[in-house]
């Protein structure tokens, strides 16, 4: 992808969310880490930009090192995005675009009192047939309640609340990262409690269709009442085994 190709999807992704209410106002930033064949750096949305009206052209640009070089404003968020970039890496070098929102189901489920829905740390009970595989020690915004979750986005670790930009956040972000992909389950989003979700992919498209899933979760775990009973181990196993799930 060039980087006038990643200016537009950028702009393309920022419209589509923003009329579609996946974000709001002002929040929500998107990046694109480039090529090293395009320059190499990122390009990121400006600080306080709406996402629905974004200027190809007025974009941040960023060299390697997260410095910027032209454009608006870059968006505080980019410290983030760059831990997430070099943590992700490790287990996915073509890790290409970030997507930050404040996604309204995400971020309630973060909101209300523990239930003791999310995944307990430590082991899953084995079904017969299907070795236990061990979860990381960390509250986790969902358990697997359909199928597409654990095929399209995965396990997806909470953060505990830091205020918006706090380099300990990302500090924290790329520790979490990095403690999953070396247990064998490379994640593709962490959620920020109560602020929202950051997803990464291979390309925009792809960050956003794993947002899409993960939201569309969080709603359903919100509708359910009772809350949903996660998936057994046979059944992940089976996904692990059809579609190469990680989770």
Not at 141 to 163: A, D, E
Not at 208 to 216: G, Q
């Amino acid at each position: 992808m060039t980087e006038q190709q990643a200016r537009e999807e950028i702009c393309r992704i920022g419209h589509s969310l923003f009329v579609r209410g996946y974000v709001h106002a002002t929040a929500g930033n998107i990046s694109v880490r480039l090529d090293d064949a395009h320059g190499g750096g990122f390009l990121i949305t400006p600080t306080d930009a709406c996402l629905g009206f974004l200027e190809p052209d007025r974009l941040a640009r960023l060299d390697a090192h997260a410095q910027q070089i032209s454009g608006d404003k870059a968006s505080k968020t980019i410290a983030l995005h760059a831990h997430i970039y070099c943590a992700a890496g490790q287990f996915n070098p073509q890790t290409r675009c970030i997507i930050h929102t404040h996604s309204r189901h995400c971020v309630a489920l973060t909101l209300r009192p523990s239930d003791g829905t999310a995944l307990p740390s430590g082991m899953r009970p084995a079904e017969p047939g299907v070795l236990p595989k061990p979860v990381a020690a960390q509250a986790e915004l969902l358990p697997p309640i359909t199928p597409y979750f654990v095929m399209k986005v995965g396990h997806v670790p909470v953060i505990p609340y830091h205020r918006p930009g706090d380099p300990a956040a990302a500090q924290q972000v790329a520790q979490t990262i990095r403690r999953y992909g070396e247990a064998g389950t490379p994640i593709r989003a962490v959620m920020l409690s109560r602020l929202g979700p950051n997803v990464w992919h291979d390309t925009p498209a792809a960050a956003m269709a794993t947002l899409e899933e993960l939201e569309e979760t969080a709603r359903l775990m919100m509708l359910s009442t009772p809350v949903p009973t996660a998936l057994t181990d046979f059944q992940i196993n089976e996904l692990r085994q059809t579609f190469g799930a990680l989770w």
